[in-house]
């Protein structure tokens, strides 16, 4: 009795992404029939300075994305994962991001890093510290957008951490006690090491997200000041919806879905053959 | 879910998925077969039912499903029925999807600016014919409306709002400041230095603010000024740019002393922190439309005169918006077309523009004795009427039109943010204009 879910997945997945590679190969512009355009699109998207910009920018934002992510979701993790009066609402205020809503962070968020009148700014200036343009300027508007998906991410890998971090047996970490290692040291060679089949998951899930960093951008800079956080699926969305060069926005995705499946590929890869060698349990 | 599932979901074998696919495919392949055929033919005995799609919220959704419903009551054989498009600035987007689907709707609230894209669509509904009936008063209609309505001398739709970009200023920071209020003929020069001497760094309190986000609202500011100082965007046939001129520079000079130099404008970076600012008296002038004077908080005493000009060229701009009719059957768009004609009739629409606070769209609009009530209403709006004479120029109709924009965008906002000198932004901006131009 699988046949409705397939059903589902193929027509809400599976379809639009086949009829995505058609539309790859022709010049349409969701108005008029389409014409075939063979390998045209793919061309012109080699030779598309703007295209390689955004490819740029994408990677820039995944290599601090993804690390930064992971790095304070484990430690915020760590630190939830004890117990003491009041643990559950520190839970809940890692985790409440995680659940606002990408326009109420976007909102929030370029209320807060406002140039003239956010209060960061106005904090940094009182402390005698250097103010920031942050959305509105072009050297720092890509940063701000890695704060704040990180602000918004870091609940998501604690809570995955968390429930990977309550499985592993107290034993494991008594022994290594007993036998003269620190707390500290318990947690980066014992329970670090243990969870590496969930860094792994984290690792694959965060990088397909950062590569298809659109919402936050949408909400907040829309790509600009001057272009600084046109990022691939912005791009892509202003091929398709904005300018309506639909084939060449398919055609953009469809690289994008290549990119990432490469890179998921070996990334498990990577991970899988570490664990294996590691000894994992 | 437990942490472990993940990566073994992800590792799940590549055969056994290939193969869920593939039957996937075949079958959804059925449903849609089975699934397609559905059509827009509403019409049966005599009756006829359309849908008319629009992205209004609050007051202009109710008035506007007044007007449906007198409609509907005096004409029981053509029942209209209203659709929320979810906005509209996502209009031409969802009547795209629409199209694909094969579900669209008859009338559809679409921006000017989407005309020439959804003109090349082959189920829109010509009115070039239909407009010339004596009854429609087609001319009655001020001329941004009509113009905006015309793609390569095709009439595509009937104007569903106008308006246009004035000056609103604050009153009281004027008088704090000690500068006299703006007055209609003032110029460039008087309205850079005003807002120099209203700006004050240590209150972060500005003159003026410029939305420089790049989108359309930072580039029709940008035309009001060019056309202001003689120059034109394109050529007159559309096919190269013309704005690289001694017109264009003089425009982007002006927002560089004022932005650059100066420091007196605040730099909106599109999320309309503008009016919230304007509100708690950090900024003293905006150049907006009557659409924004409902957000002005009642303790604001603010007043509204015409653009400051450039030698006594005092133009503004105008965004019209359109209702586009699009064909399911002669009867469906004939009656669709009896309706929007009937919605923007002059003795229609003032009863609209009285609960909205929208503009009137036709010159005897204003003769009716109606007229007075609304600007009883919305006082403020008398300067915005009377500004729509001072609308001379409409943006290029043309398909390209959102890529042109995007470069000019980016252009204002270069120059604004100090990253590039007026003469390198035109230069740069002309070059990406030619080719958006010739890329069609």
């Known amino acids: ?281 | 879910m437990s942490p472990h599932a993940g990566p073994g979901r992800l590792c799940a074998s590549p055969w056994r998925r290939a193969a869920t696919l593939a039957v996937a495919g075949v079958l959804a392949a059925g449903v849609l077969a089975a699934c397609g055929g559905g059509g827009g033919n509403n019409s049966s005995g005599g009756s006829t039912s359309i849908v008319v799609s629009h992205g209004y919220t609050d007051v202009e959704a109710k008035a506007l499903q007044d007007a449906a419903n007198t409609w509907n009551q005096q004409n029981p054989d053509k029942k209209v029925t209203l659709q929320f498009n979810g906005g509209n600035d996502s209009a031409l987007q969802k009547t795209l999807a629409g199209f694909t689907a094969g579900n669209f709707p008859d009338v559809a609230y679409e921006y000017g600016s989407s005309a020439a894209q959804l003109a090349r669509q082959p189920k829109l509904v010509d009115l070039t014919d239909k407009v010339k009936d004596p009854s429609v008063d087609w001319n009655d209609f001020f001329l941004s409306g009509r113009e905006a309505a015309m793609v390569d001398g095709k009439v595509v739709g009937v104007p569903a709002l106008i308006d246009n970009l004035s000056l609103v200023y604050n009153k009281k920071m004027f008088a704090d400041a000690g500068v006299a209020p703006p007055t209609p003929d003032w110029t460039w020069a008087d309205f850079r230095a005003a807002a120099k001497k209203l700006t004050d760094p240590s209150t972060r309190t500005y003159g003026w603010a410029y939305v420089n986000d790049g989108s359309e609202d930072t580039v029709w500011r940008y035309l009001a000024m060019l056309w202001q100082a003689g120059g034109e965007l394109l050529n007159a046939d559309n096919t190269a740019p013309a704005f690289d001129s001694a017109a264009g520079k003089a425009a982007l000079q002006q927002l560089y002393d004022m932005g650059v130099v100066d420091k007196s404008v605040y730099l909106d970076n599109g999320n309309g922190n503008y009016l919230n600012l304007f509100n708690s008296g950090k900024i003293a002038m905006l150049w907006t439309g009557p659409w924004d004077l409902s957000s002005i908080n009642s303790d604001i005493s603010y007043g509204v005169t015409y653009l400051p000009g450039y030698n006594g060229n005092h133009q503004t701009i105008s965004g019209p918006d359109l209702y586009m009719l699009f064909d399911h059957s002669t009867a469906q768009s004939n009656a669709a077309f009896d309706f929007v004609t009937w919605l923007t009739s002059a003795k229609e629409h003032i009863k609209f523009a009285i609960a909205t606070g929208d503009l009137p769209l036709r010159t005897s609009e204003t003769k009716l004795p109606e007229y007075q009530t609304f600007l009883k209403k919305f006082p403020a709006e008398k300067v915005f009427v009377a500004n729509l004479n001072n609308v001379k120029h409409v943006r290029p109709n043309i398909p390209q039109y959102a890529e042109v924009s995007s470069a000019i965008g980016t252009m204002v906002q270069s120059v604004l943010l100090g990253k590039s000198s007026p003469d390198d932004a035109l230069s740069q901006a002309s070059s990406q204009v030619t080719s958006a131009l010739a890329g069609s």
């Open chain 1, 1 to 281: 009795m699988v046949t409705p879910s397939v059903v589902l997945i193929g027509v809400f997945g599976l379809l639009p992404v086949a009829w995505a590679v058609w539309l790859s190969f022709q010049h349409n512009d969701l108005l008029t029939p389409g014409q075939w355009a063979g390998f045209d699109n793919y061309r012109q998207l080699v030779h598309d300075p703007v295209f390689r910009d955004s490819v740029r920018r994408t990677v820039v934002y995944t290599v601090l994305f993804v690390p930064i992510t992971l790095v304070l979701s484990l430690l915020a993790a760590a630190a939830l994962n004890r117990r003491v009066r009041g643990i559950s609402i520190y839970r809940l205020a890692v985790f409440v991001p995680v659940v606002t809503s990408t326009v109420a962070t976007g909102v929030i968020f370029t209320w807060l890093l406002d140039p003239d009148y956010g209060i960061v700014n106005s904090l940094l200036a009182k402390a005698g510290l250097p103010t920031f343009g942050f959305f509105s300027s072009p050297d720092s508007a890509l940063y701000s957008i890695v704060i704040m998906t990180v602000w918004g991410w870091v609940g998501f890998g604690a809570l995955i951490y968390l429930a990977a971090l309550q499985g592993i047996p107290q034993d494991l970490i008594e022994a290594a006690q007993m036998d003269g290692c620190s707390r500290r040291g318990a947690f980066w060679r014992i329970e670090v090491p243990l969870l590496r089949p969930v860094s792994a998951f984290l690792l694959v899930w965060l990088t397909i997200n950062a590569l298809q960093l659109f919402d936050e951008v949408y909400v907040t800079t829309k790509g600009g000041p001057l272009h600084a956080t046109t990022v691939v699926v912005y791009y892509l969305y202003q091929q398709a919806f904005q300018y309506f060069h639909a084939g060449y926005a398919a055609a953009i995705a469809v690289v994008l879905f290549v990119v990432i499946a490469v890179i998921t590929l070996v990334q498990l890869r990577l991970t899988r053959d570490a664990s294996e060698a590691g000894g994992a349990p």
